[in-house]
């Protein structure tokens, strides 16, 4: 699962989610995205995911 900030960086920093190793703040590259979708494609999947949202 990949999460992407709706706001800028600066409105990220104080969320827990922006922890996560798949999330990318805005401003995003065009670049970048297709980066973090092709590394979140490549992970093992996790069978116990749960969401917490």
């Not at 922006?18 to 590394?39: C, D, G, M, V, W």
Request: glycine share 4%; proline share 6%; no cysteine.
């Amino acid at each position: 699962m990949l999460f992407a900030s709706g706001h800028t960086e600066r409105a990220a920093d104080g969320e827990a989610i922006a922890l996560t190793a798949n999330f990318l703040a805005k401003p995003y590259s065009q670049a970048e995205l297709a980066q973090q979708i092709r590394r979140t494609l490549d992970e093992p999947q996790q069978d116990n995911f749960d969401p917490v949202i």
